[in-house]
């Protein structure tokens, strides 16, 4: 694989943007819709205004976060297809705290229970695949899928049988968490949630630029024979790198039932695993590019939603938030394909 | 609730997994992976639905499902195998893609009642056998499809030349190539066929089992599918297998919901990813001496003159 | 249509280029009807890239290639395979997971339904008349070597009725009398009418099976003409072409205190077979020793337990050791991915293994890195930068960063496994040269190759290896030439 330069990846970003528009259109446009119409919607919907920005915000967060997580397990040649159900067991386990804190908790105390098992929530749902890619071999890939759904449907299980509100009987819901574990509203315009996935990516750029455990856990994703011939124990530290994409899942899982909607509920997460996956190969691991394509996904999710007014389906978000990475990996492919048979470079003997 | 009623019920629950199921474990064993099976589904689930109520044939439908996951397919194929993106992303963008489309193009269709079902056959004097009449023989032909399908399937695996082919596919696709058979063009046919029976087992949900379109139709059933692969090691009768199981469970499930049985559906719900985890447990400690893991080749994409 | 004196096959002015590399510069041999034509050279004289591209693999940059006189369509395994070219590959292209059969079904149409039961009247009459001896039911998986060879072979036969069989350096898995099988079941091909085409670097066996020799050097044919026509002497001198044989001179001996130390070593292969058994040897300070034997007798096992790579199923390695990580350089035969991170750049890989210790610490500063780096890359003169991601490297750049690095501090140990394997002359010269230095200065060098030249001029001491075991010392000033490689090739000396 040749590393293209950052002009001409730009370039490629862009041309996998058009096309997308020009694939979007085209689909609008065969089921009797007006795309300019339509795309001017979606945009409003996503960012025309403060309340709509801060609700793009509010679902960037949770795609971010996940994001951070499958791009770090990935340096160690880790795939965490399992964002979703480590988001879903973290909010379980901070909801979990929140329902069950008595009264008269300081607010500094509360907040920092529900994060704290957000994070330990997720980091130990992702333990099990790590614990068995370790010891038992098995693919970490189909392992982290499977365990979604479990996840899943355990919230489910909990929020329509033993943790079901009362009040709202009919509905799928846990009772709201009391007002000490939810996360203050944003002050001064300034989200929390926002805050910290701001901060995790920069930790991101950290391990990066010169983190011992970044190092190794490079070294062992890219060669695991190579680690062990440096003295890194590969194993350890890729799976301590699944562990830690599990907690920030879980993370954003506890920030979505403390701070968004106050409980936890069936159906919480819109895919935002699955969509963190799609935004951090967009990204190609960089922490800018994450946090950019989360906000991009978010405001195509968000403006999928505000455009079933105007009577388009808001599947439309869903399927350009595909198309978009579709294209733009295809750009970057075919790229490479110019390089091998155009010019004379080759792969090495 | 017979054991016959029961068993008839198991078999249908387990047509649409039956024929994603074969569809994936065609295509893995070409050595790719596609994770878009649930995208997959949605696609023919919708396209068999808008189909029937277009030409008001369900039999329509259930080609026009066809049809429309093998489109799907022969993209994923130009993705992963001629531009190859890496297969992981492209099956998950799939996946959200199919989910986007098929809710999209399906708006105007959700509540609406159907035109055109498929309805059960009727082979007089073999309804009337004990047990297998109204287990197998009074079914609807999608299911007596799902039964014939896999051992069809093991036929071919086993027993042609073509068979061996895409084995050694999804083995050692530089043997395949060394020995002059193209890789690439037997890798998209697999594809292909393999997406459109994945069309077609979401047909079966809009045409028949609910039948109508829902969003999401399928719930799930793709990941079943990909789960039931591993669960069946890659064996066409034995992931047939695994699909009754399910299927099975799944009626039992009704009758739990039913009864108030003292297990909560959920539970059962998690079954299959649990047996699937305690599978992949065993087949990854078996792999160095059995020969129950999947095929050597699985998920890289062919480039000849790479070294 | 088959003119009179139209060679089977025509290579004309192939060239095809790597990267950085022509591996084959244009390259014109003929093969005529019902002979054995052995292509001679060193590693990387660009003898397999040639039948690579005879057969269809790759994709030839100019030229054409001929097949009785009509144009082969270049780059098509399937046209190769249709004009009767037939390739057994270094690597065996067969599929572990099927049985002999069900790997000839595959390559040869048999019809569409398979028939297990039975061989056809082809596939007997070919195993009787070539004098195949294995069994075509067993899984390739459970095939000694040898026998692939053989199923690989006959497969090829069987294929569209093969008129050339190229085989890429069949010897180097068999044992001597396997080999001396092989080349009767040749001779007995050849007088088929079929041709042959053997690709090797082992000068002996050439003579003894050839009719024709095409001599290869850094991707161009020096030489081509009947094999009476050179001697042993003339060829080896075509081969290595200006370049003495043992330039280099072992180290002064002096005998120093022993610094490493094996006791009864027994290791396993990937398989979990054993390919190390009972080994103990011992390298003092200031003395170089090699460890000598044809390739895939356990010389590579052995070097990756030494260097804490592989673990020991039994004896013990005494070593110099450190806290956390080797405290001795180690260069193992494999580099990219054993001793380099491919996509990690020069720098990151300048420090794999010293990462732990000073000036590192959980945060790796940038300017201590950098420096790492720039030694490692100074040290030999590597043409590299430290922002390059290490894949990008020749294979001689590779090696001098790897040395640079392990090299670094000086160690009291040395174990390098092939270290010369692959490169270009000057590259090779210039690392048996620090080896030698750095056991002249003190060190203790363990050292593997493949090369008996190699060996002899840079080493003290020489221990044979075959099928896991040291089957004989010797003292590089008292070559026993024939009697090594006797040892080499049965493990028996006379």
Known sequence: MTTPSRAESALRVVIGTIATFVIGALLLVLTGHNPVFAFAAMFRGAFGSIVAFASTVDKAVPIGLCAIGISLAYRGGLWNIGAEGQFYFGAFAAAGFGLSLPENVPHALGIAGVVACGLAGGAAWAAIAAAAKVWLRVNEVLSTLMLNYVAILWVDYLVSGPWADPVTFSFPYSPELPDAARLPAPIAGIDLGAVITLLAAAALYAVDRGMRWGYELRVAGDAPRAAAYGGIRASAVTASALVAAGALAGLAGAIEVAGTTGRLQSGLSPGYGFIGILVAWLARSSPLGIIAGSVVYAGLLNGGFSLQVSGVPSAIGTVLQAVLLVCILTTFSLGRYRLRFGAAVGEAP | MSLEFLLAAALISSTPLAYAALGELVIERAGIVNLGVEGTMLIGAVAGFIGAQITGSAWAGVLAALVCGALFGGAFAMLTITARLDQVVAGLAFTVLGRGLSSYIGAGFVGVPPRAVIHKLNLGVLGHVPVLGPVIFGQDPLVLGAILLPVLLSLYLRFTRMGLVLMALGETPEVVDSLGIPVILLRYAYVISGSALMGVGGAYLSLAYIPSWIENITAGRGWIAIALVIFGTWRPLWVFGGAVLFGLVDAVRFRVQLDNYPVDPHFLNMLPYLATLLVLALVARSRAHGRLGGPAALGAAYDRERR | ?494
């Open chain 3, 1 to 494: 249509m088959m003119t009179a004196g139209e060679p089977l096959v025509r290579l004309e002015r192939l060239s095809k280029r790597f990267g950085q590399s022509l591996a084959n510069d244009q390259v014109s041999i003929s093969v005529p009807h019902g002979k054995v034509v052995a292509v001679v050279g060193e590693n990387g004289a660009g003898k397999t890239t040639a039948m690579n591209l005879l057969a269809g693999l790759y994709m030839p940059d100019s030229g054409r290639i001929y097949v009785r006189g009509e144009l082969l369509r270049p780059g098509s395994p399937r046209d190769s395979v249709r004009a009767g070219i037939g390739m057994v590959h270094q690597h065996f292209k067969l599929v572990d997971t099927m049985t002999g059969l069900d790997n000839i079904s595959l390559a040869v149409d048999r019809g569409q339904i398979l028939r297990r039961r039975r061989t056809s009247p082809a596939i007997d009459a070919l195993m009787r008349e070539v004098g195949f001896s294995f069994d075509l039911d067993v899984y390739v998986w459970q095939m000694t070597l040898a026998a692939r060879q053989q199923l690989e072979i006959l497969r090829a036969l069987l294929s569209a009725g093969t008129h050339l069989l190229i085989l890429d350096e069949p010897t180097s898995v068999l044992s001597a009398l396997e080999s001396a099988e092989l080349f009767g079941r040749l001779r007995r091909i050849t007088a088929t009418g079929r041709s042959v085409v053997l690709i090797s670097h082992k000068l002996k066996e050439v003579l003894e099976i050839a009719d024709e020799v095409v001599v290869m050097r850094a991707g161009r044919v020096v030489h081509a003409g009947p094999i009476g026509s050179v001697t042993l002497f003339e060829l080896g001198r075509l081969i290595v072409g200006d370049r003495l044989f043992g330039t280099g001179r072992p180290p002064p001996q002096r005998p120093g205190r022993p610094v490493l130390r094996l006791d009864h070593v027994r290791v396993a292969n990937d398989l979990g077979l054993p390919a190390v058994e009972d080994v103990s040897l011992e390298v003092r300070a200031g003395e170089l020793v090699a460890i000598a034997g044809v390739s895939g007798n356990g010389q590579t096992e052995l070097m990756e337990a030494i260097g804490g790579i592989r673990e020991l199923r039994g004896g013990s390695i005494a070593k110099p050791h450190q806290q956390r990580h080797r405290g001795f350089a180690y260069i193992p035969s494999q580099h990219l991915g054993t001793a380099l991170a491919p996509n990690l750049s020069i720098a990151e890989n300048a420090i794999l293994g010293r990462h732990r210790s000073n000036p590192f610490r959980w945060w790796l500063r940038r300017r201590d890195v950098d420096s790492f780096a720039r030694a490692a890359i100074e040290r030999f003169d590597a043409k590299a930068q430290a922002r390059q991601p290490v894949r990008q490297l020749s294979g001689g750049n590779l090696q001098r960063v790897i040395l640079g690095r392990e090299l670094a501090e000086d160690p009291e140990l040395i174990v390098a496994s092939y270290p010369t394997r692959g490169l270009d002359v000057a590259s090779a010269a210039q690392i048996r040269n620090v080896l030698v230095d750095h056991a002249a200065a003190g060190a203790a060098v363990l050292v593997a190759s493949e090369e008996l030249e190699e060996s002899f001029s840079i080493a003290n001491r020489i221990l044979v290896m075959h099928r896991g075991r040291i089957v004989g010392e010797y003292r590089s000033d008292s070559p026993e030439l024939a009697n090594i490689g006797r040892l080499m090739t049965t493990g028996v000396a006379s």
